[in-house]
Protein backbone atom coordinates (compact mmCIF):
# COMPACT_ATOMS: atom_id res chain seq x y z
CA UNK A 1 0.00 0.00 0.00
CA UNK A 2 0.96 3.41 -0.39
CA UNK A 3 2.67 6.19 2.40
CA UNK A 4 -1.15 7.13 2.88
CA UNK A 5 -2.29 3.77 4.13
CA UNK A 6 -0.07 3.00 6.64
CA UNK A 7 -1.25 1.08 9.80
CA UNK A 8 -2.06 3.63 12.95
CA UNK A 9 -0.15 2.19 15.94
CA UNK A 10 -3.05 3.22 18.15
CA UNK A 11 -4.97 0.19 16.86
CA UNK A 12 -2.37 -1.82 14.53
CA UNK A 13 0.97 -3.33 14.83
CA UNK A 14 2.77 -1.11 12.21
CA UNK A 15 6.75 -2.97 11.66
CA UNK A 16 8.02 -6.62 12.43
CA UNK A 17 6.71 -8.20 9.02
CA UNK A 18 2.87 -7.43 10.57
CA UNK A 19 -0.02 -8.02 8.05
CA UNK A 20 -1.40 -5.22 6.49
CA UNK A 21 -2.60 -5.81 3.15
CA UNK A 22 -5.37 -6.21 0.88
CA UNK A 23 -7.95 -4.13 0.94
CA UNK A 24 -11.59 -4.49 -0.09
CA UNK A 25 -13.44 -1.12 -1.02
CA UNK A 26 -16.57 0.23 -1.53
CA UNK A 27 -19.07 3.74 -1.56
CA UNK A 28 -19.59 4.52 2.96
CA UNK A 29 -22.86 5.30 3.29
CA UNK A 30 -21.94 8.10 5.59
CA UNK A 31 -19.99 9.66 2.45
CA UNK A 32 -16.45 9.14 0.83
CA UNK A 33 -15.11 4.99 0.88
CA UNK A 34 -14.41 2.62 3.43
CA UNK A 35 -11.88 -0.23 3.04
CA UNK A 36 -11.49 -3.56 5.07
CA UNK A 37 -7.65 -4.91 5.26
CA UNK A 38 -6.07 -7.47 6.34
CA UNK A 39 -4.39 -6.29 9.65
CA UNK A 40 -2.61 -7.38 12.67
CA UNK A 41 -4.83 -5.40 15.54
CA UNK A 42 -2.76 -4.47 19.01
CA UNK A 43 -5.41 -6.27 20.78
CA UNK A 44 -5.24 -9.87 19.53
CA UNK A 45 -7.12 -11.55 22.60
CA UNK A 46 -9.92 -9.75 21.67
CA UNK A 47 -9.96 -9.50 17.49
CA UNK A 48 -7.12 -12.96 17.05
CA UNK A 49 -4.24 -12.20 15.34
CA UNK A 50 -5.07 -11.83 11.65
CA UNK A 51 -8.53 -9.60 11.76
CA UNK A 52 -10.23 -6.72 9.26
CA UNK A 53 -8.90 -3.27 9.77
CA UNK A 54 -10.98 -0.47 8.71
CA UNK A 55 -9.99 2.51 6.97
CA UNK A 56 -11.55 5.69 5.35
CA UNK A 57 -11.37 7.83 2.33
CA UNK A 58 -12.52 10.65 0.63
CA UNK A 59 -11.15 10.94 -2.76
CA UNK A 60 -10.55 7.18 -2.93
CA UNK A 61 -6.91 7.38 -2.84
CA UNK A 62 -5.84 8.43 0.22
CA UNK A 63 -6.51 6.50 2.99
CA UNK A 64 -6.74 6.85 6.89
CA UNK A 65 -6.67 4.10 9.59
CA UNK A 66 -9.55 3.65 11.77
CA UNK A 67 -10.74 0.61 14.32
CA UNK A 68 -10.47 -2.59 13.90
CA UNK A 69 -13.92 -4.18 12.89
CA UNK A 70 -16.18 -5.13 15.37
CA UNK A 71 -17.12 -8.80 14.92
CA UNK A 72 -18.31 -10.71 17.30
CA UNK A 73 -18.36 -14.69 17.60
CA UNK A 74 -21.35 -15.10 19.49
CA UNK A 75 -19.37 -17.43 22.19
CA UNK A 76 -16.49 -18.93 20.08
CA UNK A 77 -13.02 -18.69 20.17
CA UNK A 78 -12.29 -15.77 17.50
CA UNK A 79 -9.80 -17.11 15.00
CA UNK A 80 -8.04 -14.61 12.47
CA UNK A 81 -10.13 -13.53 9.23
CA UNK A 82 -8.43 -12.56 5.72
CA UNK A 83 -11.68 -10.67 4.87
CA UNK A 84 -12.99 -11.29 1.53
CA UNK A 85 -14.99 -7.93 1.60
CA UNK A 86 -17.96 -6.43 2.66
CA UNK A 87 -21.51 -6.08 0.73
CA UNK A 88 -24.89 -4.69 1.30
CA UNK A 89 -27.35 -7.71 0.21
CA UNK A 90 -31.26 -6.85 0.35
CA UNK A 91 -33.12 -10.04 1.68
CA UNK A 92 -36.27 -12.19 0.80
CA UNK A 93 -38.21 -9.83 3.35
CA UNK A 94 -37.40 -6.36 1.61
CA UNK A 95 -35.04 -5.91 4.47
CA UNK A 96 -30.95 -5.19 3.82
CA UNK A 97 -27.55 -6.31 5.65
CA UNK A 98 -24.11 -5.96 5.25
CA UNK A 99 -22.29 -8.70 4.87
CA UNK A 100 -18.97 -9.70 5.67
CA UNK A 101 -17.31 -12.78 4.37
CA UNK A 102 -14.16 -14.42 5.11
CA UNK A 103 -11.91 -17.17 6.02
CA UNK A 104 -8.66 -19.17 7.60
CA UNK A 105 -7.15 -21.94 8.61
CA UNK A 106 -9.47 -23.43 11.11
CA UNK A 107 -9.69 -26.22 13.39
CA UNK A 108 -7.74 -29.61 12.72
CA UNK A 109 -5.92 -27.43 10.40
CA UNK A 110 -8.23 -27.33 7.94
CA UNK A 111 -9.86 -24.72 6.35
CA UNK A 112 -13.48 -22.56 7.09
CA UNK A 113 -15.15 -20.20 5.22
CA UNK A 114 -17.38 -17.71 7.67
CA UNK A 115 -20.24 -15.21 7.12
CA UNK A 116 -21.11 -12.33 9.55
CA UNK A 117 -24.23 -9.39 9.46
CA UNK A 118 -24.58 -6.09 10.69
CA UNK A 119 -26.77 -3.38 9.85
CA UNK A 120 -24.15 -1.12 9.41
CA UNK A 121 -20.65 -1.12 7.44
CA UNK A 122 -19.08 -0.35 10.20
CA UNK A 123 -19.81 -2.24 13.25
CA UNK A 124 -21.73 -4.71 15.45
CA UNK A 125 -20.93 -7.99 13.21
CA UNK A 126 -21.72 -10.66 14.18
CA UNK A 127 -22.57 -14.70 12.80
CA UNK A 128 -25.19 -15.30 10.53
CA UNK A 129 -27.77 -17.88 12.19
CA UNK A 130 -27.73 -21.49 10.48
CA UNK A 131 -25.07 -19.94 7.33
CA UNK A 132 -22.59 -18.99 9.87
CA UNK A 133 -19.85 -21.34 7.87
CA UNK A 134 -20.28 -21.06 4.11
CA UNK A 135 -17.97 -23.72 3.65
CA UNK A 136 -14.99 -26.13 5.49
CA UNK A 137 -13.14 -29.35 5.59
CA UNK A 138 -13.52 -31.73 8.87
CA UNK A 139 -10.12 -33.61 7.71
CA UNK A 140 -9.05 -37.08 7.44
CA UNK A 141 -9.72 -37.46 11.46
CA UNK A 142 -13.31 -36.81 10.92
CA UNK A 143 -14.03 -39.17 8.22
CA UNK A 144 -14.76 -36.57 5.17
CA UNK A 145 -11.37 -37.87 2.77
CA UNK A 146 -9.28 -34.77 2.35
CA UNK A 147 -8.24 -32.22 4.24
CA UNK A 148 -9.02 -28.91 1.60
CA UNK A 149 -6.74 -25.36 2.41
CA UNK A 150 -8.19 -23.04 0.60
CA UNK A 151 -5.70 -19.94 0.94
CA UNK A 152 -8.52 -18.45 3.64
CA UNK A 153 -9.89 -16.39 1.49
CA UNK A 154 -13.22 -15.82 -0.11
CA UNK A 155 -14.30 -13.13 -1.78
CA UNK A 156 -17.43 -10.91 -3.22
CA UNK A 157 -16.36 -10.98 -7.41
CA UNK A 158 -19.09 -9.33 -9.91
CA UNK A 159 -20.09 -11.28 -12.61
CA UNK A 160 -20.46 -10.49 -16.25
CA UNK A 161 -23.50 -8.88 -15.94
CA UNK A 162 -22.76 -7.20 -12.29
CA UNK A 163 -24.33 -9.67 -10.56
CA UNK A 164 -22.22 -10.60 -7.05
CA UNK A 165 -21.28 -13.72 -6.69
CA UNK A 166 -19.21 -15.47 -4.13
CA UNK A 167 -15.55 -17.19 -4.88
CA UNK A 168 -13.17 -19.12 -3.30
CA UNK A 169 -10.38 -21.41 -4.09
CA UNK A 170 -9.20 -24.30 -2.55
CA UNK A 171 -6.05 -26.64 -2.84
CA UNK A 172 -6.03 -30.08 -1.26
CA UNK A 173 -3.72 -31.24 0.89
CA UNK A 174 -2.61 -33.94 3.18
CA UNK A 175 -4.05 -37.07 1.74
CA UNK A 176 -4.52 -37.89 -2.12
CA UNK A 177 -4.99 -35.40 -4.89
CA UNK A 178 -8.64 -33.95 -5.05
CA UNK A 179 -10.94 -35.62 -8.44
Not at 51 to 58: A, L, T
Not at 173 to 179: K, L, N
Request: proline content about 6%.
Amino acid sequence: MNETSRPDPRWYHSSGGVRWDHMYMRADPSGGYIGYVVSAPLNASAFAPTWPGVMRSEDGIAWKAHAPLNVSWGGMVPQGIEEGGVEKLTLSDGSSRFFLIGGQGGHGSCYSMWAFSSARSDAGFSPVQHRFRLSGGGGPRQGWGNCYMNGALAVWARGPNKELLLSQYMTARGGSAAR
